[in-house]
């Protein structure tokens, strides 16, 4: 039975690829191959013009058409069920390819011996216990051991250095760690792993506080909607009773113009009635007079002139007293009294509903503005005359750092202006950057650094960002040592490999940078320099609004912080602190 599974597989098999038939096709020969396998040895054939069968060596003078097998198709795929239902039970035992296989055979791992680094099957792990040692620390299988060695002396990691915050060999401490604060790794996880549970408490009421702000948006934003809804229902309701009022008024108006329109048209009508019939008189008589003038009986003439030329009649005209009488002078000025009546009416209306919408939008921009930082770190400078608007009476000498209105003097905590506890992302730090005390520190060291090798770290500039950013309204302060040092602020998305000015702050539209030499002082964005007065002072404040716009640099000395630059502009993406050193500097965030 296993010879005619053998067989039948072998007539299933692909003679190329040694492999189950995929997408199967018989060439005129009479030979099946998979599609893809053929395709790619004719390709290679295509300069010769002359195609061969690679079983049979058949020789084709034109490149025959390939149509896939559907016969021999629903063959193997039968056979592959079959094959997988029979191999189930045989086949569990061995690593798929999710699993982590036995470094001594291709079964299945179960445990991963940290001494060894090998994974081991049931039966390996068995051997391994007994005869080389039943104490090395065993963990469930994993396919992560080539971490724990180190990838310059291809030793174990199992010291931590606290220095450099990195995990070495023992060869390390002789060689780059050479004098550094070093420890047992496992000391060092224990220490780390109890320490764990403040900084997880610390992450869940962050957590709580951000969620609290995500309720206060949403509310916000229901708030604005239902603000909306209101003003444009208000704005239908006076429009509606606006349109209704005109309507009315030109009601009022079209039965006063037709009012008087009937009435001059009567009095017109009387007018001309009685002009006809005087007319119609006038007419009679001078036709009287006519056939009296050619009468030759004088006494006939004598006793009709005087009743014929002693008819009274009017020779005033009536045309001037009609027009005068039907004038449209008062239906103009009631026009325009209506219509200074609307513009009156409607200015209010306009106003009142761009103030109502005015404040639904700024009372979501006000919880948008918010931004919390971690409860439990002290909170610096924010309690102190520091964060005073310019005109408060203070010890301050000098400051210029605005503040939202009504802002008053903060207390310890204020969640509004301060940025405290963000440490150094080792991940963007130069290989000649040494960052020590949390990474809260940074100073430059003539060595190349064993860092790995990742996208963000900046592989030419002695450059290095912050973990976190900045969005909201923010102030922290650096110390500086040495001859010279850069602080800067710069977008995430700023090049890292190379020597452009697209991976230099300052030398981009992405980045602005305030450079400290011992002999001169300079700010630089988007390749511009601007010359500064010599900075002194070792201590360095910076303040960003993201949503005004502004980004501050100040010395500060003692109790005085004296504005060295500002800039307005607009922030299109998070800010991130960064800094640059050059030898013997260094730059700690305080």
């Not at 011996?113 to 391994?128: F, N, P």
């Not at 496992?186 to 009421?205: F, H, I, M, P, V």
Request: proline share 4%; hydrophobic share 30%; charged share 25%.
């Amino acid at each position: 039975m296993a010879s005619a599974s053998c067989q039948e597989e072998d007539s299933f098999t692909c003679p190329v690829c040694l492999e189950l038939l995929r997408d199967p096709v018989t060439i005129p020969c009479g030979h099946n191959f998979c599609m893809r396998c053929i395709k790619g040895c004719w390709d290679q054939e295509d300069s010769k013009r002359k195609y061969n069968c690679p079983l049979c060596k058949d020789t084709f003078d034109s490149r025959p058409v390939l149509r896939k097998n559907p016969l021999i198709a629903e063959m193997v795929e039968k056979f592959r069920r079959t094959s997988i239902q029979a191999a189930a039970p045989a086949h569990s035992y061995y690593a798929g390819s999710r699993d982590v296989a036995c470094n001594v055979c291709t079964r299945k791992a179960v445990k991963s011996c940290l001494e060894c680094l090998k994974s081991y099957c049931d039966t390996h792990l068995k051997a391994h216990n007994e005869l080389i040692d039943r104490n090395h620390k065993m963990v469930d299988a994993t396919g992560q051991l080539q971490e724990r060695i180190c990838t310059r002396h291809k030793k174990v990691l199992e010291i931590f250095c606290r220095t450099d915050q990195s995990c070495i060999c023992y060869l390390c401490t002789m060689d780059n760690h050479k004098g550094h604060d070093t420890i047992a790794a496992t000391a060092e996880w224990s220490q780390k792993r109890d320490g764990l549970g403040n900084s997880q408490r610390r992450c869940q009421q962050i957590i709580q506080l951000k969620e609290k702000e995500l309720q206060e948006l949403r509310k916000a934003v229901k708030t604005l909607k239902s603000g909306a809804q209101t003003a444009v229902e208000e704005s239908e309701r006076m429009f509606t009773e606006m349109i209704s009022s005109i309507e009315r008024r030109r009601s009022e108006v079209t039965e006063l113009i037709r009012a008087q329109e009937k009435a001059e048209v009567s009095r017109a009508e009387g007018l001309l009635k009685r002009l006809e019939q005087e007319i119609a008189e006038l007419k009679r008589t001078d036709a009287e007079m006519k056939q009296l003038s050619l009468t030759q009986d004088p006494i006939h003439f004598l006793k009709n002139i005087v009743s014929i030329t002693g008819r009274p009649y009017s020779t005033t005209s009536s045309s001037v007293t009609f027009s005068q009488s039907f004038s449209l002078e008062p239906l103009k000025k009631s026009l325009s009294a209506l219509k200074t009546q609307l513009e009156k009416k409607l200015d209010p209306v306009f106003k009142q509903e761009i103030v109502k919408i005015s404040a639904a939008v700024t009372n979501i921009q006000t919880i948008e503005s918010i931004q919390y930082t971690d409860p439990e770190l002290p909170v610096r400078r924010a309690d102190s005359k520091d964060f005073l608007p310019p005109n408060s009476k203070s010890l301050l000498r000098t400051s210029n750092i605005e503040m939202s209105p009504g802002c008053k003097r903060p207390v310890p905590g204020c969640k509004m202006c301060v940025l405290v506890g963000i440490p150094l992302d080792l991940n963007t730090a130069c290989t000649h950057l040494h960052l020590s005390e949390g990474n809260m520190r940074v100073e430059w060291r003539d060595e190349d650094l064993p860092y790995p090798d990742h996208p963000d770290r900046f592989d030419k500039y002695c450059q290095v960002l912050c973990r976190e950013g900045v969005s909201a309204r923010c102030y922290w302060e650096v110390e500086r040592s040495g001859e010279y040092a850069e602080i800067a602020v710069s977008y995430k998305s700023i090049s890292r490999k190379g020597r452009g000015y697209e991976c230099c702050f300052g030398r981009n539209d992405q980045s602005w940078r305030l450079d400290l030499y011992s002999s001169s002082s300079s700010f630089w964005h988007n390749k511009e320099e601007t010359k500064l007065p010599l900075v002194a002072s070792s201590r360095i404040g910076v303040y960003v609004d993201h949503r005004a716009g502004t980004l501050a640099f100040y010395s500060i000395s003692g109790d005085t912080m004296t504005l060295l630059h500002r800039v307005h502009t607009t922030f299109t993406h998070t800010l991130y602190p960064g800094f640059v050193l050059d030898p013997e500097s260094s730059v700690k965030l305080l």
